[in-house]
Nanobody, 125 residues
Framework: QVQLVESGGGLVQTGGSWNISCVASESVYAMAWFRQAPGKEREFVCAISWSGGMTYYADSVKTRFSISRDNAKNTMFLQMNSLEPEDTAVYYC?????????????????????WGQGTQVTVSS
């Protein structure tokens, strides 16, 4: 059972930048970020393959966010720039070893077996 722990949540002003990270208890193939705003469903943010050579982003963040990973530390990162109040959400780390890494599959919540507890990011207007 892979355990995922997110960290780095906080309060940031509109237009600012923020970083969050996720540490896995062991090596894991595909990793992703999802987020859930109050009163809304959980949604896909971005995903990264084992090598980091393949990434996918939601249209709403693709010009502002950057996903990366350090496999030596079993850690995934999310660099968020030009933050907007609409980015306020609990950000969840997800991972799976069996997923087919393609755009249509990496966006699906049900494709990921392992989930973290989430970290809150609040963007003030």
């Amino acid at each position: 059972q892979v355990q995922l722990v997110e960290s780095g949540g906080g309060l940031v002003q509109t237009g600012g930048s923020w970083n969050i990270s996720c540490v896995a208890s062991e090596s894991v193939y595909a990793m992703a970020w999802f987020r859930q705003a109050p009163g809304k469903e959980r949604e896909f943010v971005c995903a990264i393959s084992w090598s980091g050579g393949m990434t996918y982003y939601a249209d709403s963040v693709k010009t502002r966010f950057s996903i990366s990973r350090d496999n030596a530390k079993n850690t995934m990162f999310l660099q968020m720039n030009s933050l907007e109040p609409e980015d306020t959400a609990v950000y969840y780390c997800a991972a799976d070893n069996d997923i087919v890494f393609a755009k249509t599959t990496t966006e699906r919540i049900g494709e990921y077996k392992y989930w973290g507890q989430g970290t809150q990011v609040t963007v003030s207007s």
